[in-house]
């Protein structure tokens, strides 16, 4: 309803042909395996097998979450997925980070890269990840695949 409202009053008083659309991650393709969600004591448990933004990768990706807002669920996906996408230069060839990070407030804290497999510059990796604007508060954990596909995926087995 909200982007509905957004598009009328956009379009009520359009921006010069010049100026270029803020980004917008929902814009892109995105594909979503399978999805679980739970909630118990610790909060909401959110488990997706695998992801892909805009040709990024991710899989295993497993959030505890204390405080999620209305819609958090569905804003998770590209949230994730800008980091993934800007890690995307974090390897040579193909490779897998299996990370975790803290969302606090609107912050990404505490990002490690926990294990890894191929080529992986982890300070690039945790840079990344740190830029994801955090659509809940909890913590969760996501091997990355950097890189050459075929290679990455390869890589994910490896990890241990």
């Given at each position: 309803?909200?982007?509905?409202?957004s598009?009328?009053a956009?379009?009520?008083?359009?921006?010069?042909?010049?100026?270029?659309?803020?980004?917008?991650?929902s814009?892109?393709?995105?594909?979503?395996?399978?999805?679980?969600v739970s909630k118990?004591?610790s909060?909401?448990?959110l488990?997706?097998?695998q992801?892909?933004?805009?040709?990024?990768?991710?899989?295993?990706l497993?959030?505890?979450?204390d405080?999620?807002?209305?819609?958090?669920?569905?804003?998770?996906?590209?949230?994730?997925g800008?980091?993934?996408?800007?890690a995307q230069?974090?390897?040579?060839?193909?490779?897998a980070?299996?990370?975790s990070?803290?969302?606090?407030?609107t912050?990404?804290?505490?990002v490690k890269?926990?294990a890894s497999?191929?080529?992986v510059k982890?300070?690039?990796?945790?840079?990344?990840l740190?830029?994801?604007?955090?659509?809940g508060?909890?913590?969760c954990?996501?091997?990355?695949?950097?890189?050459?596909?075929?290679?990455?995926?390869?890589?994910v087995?490896?990890?241990?």
């Amino acid at each position: 309803m909200l982007l509905l409202l957004s598009s009328l009053a956009f379009a009520a008083d359009p921006a010069p042909a010049a100026a270029a659309p803020a980004t917008d991650v929902s814009a892109g393709a995105v594909s979503i395996g399978q999805v679980q969600v739970s909630k118990d004591a610790s909060g909401t448990r959110l488990e997706i097998d695998q992801f892909e933004v805009d040709g990024a990768k991710a899989v295993a990706l497993r959030c505890t979450l204390d405080k999620l807002p209305f819609m958090g669920t569905v804003l998770l996906v590209p949230a994730v997925g800008a980091g993934v996408k800007q890690a995307q230069t974090c390897a040579t060839g193909g490779a897998a980070a299996r990370t975790s990070w803290t969302w606090e407030g609107t912050s990404t804290t505490g990002v490690k890269v926990e294990a890894s497999q191929g080529s992986v510059k982890a300070d690039c990796v945790v840079k990344a990840l740190q830029s994801m604007q955090a659509v809940g508060q909890g913590t969760c954990q996501a091997v990355v695949l950097m890189g050459d596909r075929a290679a990455a995926e390869a890589a994910v087995g490896q990890l241990k």
